[in-house]
């Protein structure tokens, strides 16, 4: 069983930043997969960026290249997200997710409960 823990969500307005923290029970080993997903009302769930926690693989959604950074803290087996530029169209419910190899995977079957991220314009 894979747990995760989101933090750090919130609201703010357009312009602004914010960094979204997923705390991992342990360490999966550097072949494991996290990533970022969100949902925005009315939308189908999208994958926002995902990295193998060894750095062999990154992938970012077209939408946040240049403004988001997905990043990993082996020493505190802690998965961020730095949103920068925030849109009013990133509003949207965000979920750490996991998975075993291939991290191409379009979604990955181990979430956290999600963190509301609201940008207003």
């Known amino acids: 069983q894979v747990q995760l823990v989101e933090s750090g969500g919130g609201s703010v307005q357009a312009g602004g930043s914010l960094r979204l923290s997923c705390a991992a029970a342990?360490?999966?080993?550097?072949?494991?997969?996290m990533g970022w997903f969100r949902q925005a009302s009315g939308k189908e769930r999208e994958a926002v960026a995902k990295?193998?926690?060894?750095?062999?693989?990154?992938y970012y959604a077209d939408s946040v290249k240049g403004r988001f950074t997905i990043s990993y803290d082996d020493a505190k087996n802690t998965l961020y997200l730095q949103m920068n530029s925030l849109k009013p169209e990133d509003t949207a419910m965000y979920y750490c997710a996991a998975e075993f190899p291939p991290c191409s995977k379009s979604t990955y079957n181990y979430g956290g409960q999600g963190t509301q991220v609201t940008v207003s314009s």
């Open positions: 342990r360490y999966y080993g550097s072949f494991f997969c």
């Open positions: 990295i193998n926690i060894g750095g062999a693989y990154g």
